[in-house]
């Protein structure tokens, strides 16, 4: 009777031994997918820099109009602000692997960017929402990739 016992709790600790470890490896798994994915955050900083660039110059070649012309060298200054504090968050961000912080560090940029396009820039809405379908469409090819 007791070799049974011994016999059943042998086997529950095989089963129970062999559960931990498979869910250790499924944790190792995404630990080690988790950083590939996360290389995705620099790049589309890259790319909201390159954006950042292209509204500098499309105001610069009068491709955009200000709600008040005498603000522009404000704008492009603030523009500028917004690059060093990209260029802030890519550099302090980089060796950090977690989703949530570079979201929640870019959702706060972006934020700062769209304010200031609403505030500064004529037809606002249309240039805010063309920038932000682009964006989303631009970090959906670099997720897939």
Known sequence: MIEIYIFISALAFLLLY?????????VDEKALIEPI??????KFCDYID????????????ENFKLL???????????LGDLNR??????????????DSIWQSELF????????????YLEESEKISEDLRQDLMQEFQRLKNS
């Open 18 to 26: 062999f559960a931990v470890k498979k869910l250790t490896l499924n």
């Open 37 to 42: 994915k996360a290389e995705l955050y620099p």
């Open 50 to 61: 390159q954006k950042i660039k292209e509204l500098r110059e499309d105001l610069e070649n």
């Open 85 to 98: 504090e990209l260029v802030f968050i890519q550099t302090m961000n980089l060796s950090k692997k977690n």
């Open 108 to 119: 706060g940029f972006l934020k700062e960017l769209e304010n200031l396009i609403l505030k």
């Open 68 to 78: 008040d012309e005498t603000k522009k060298s404000e704008f492009l200054e603030k």
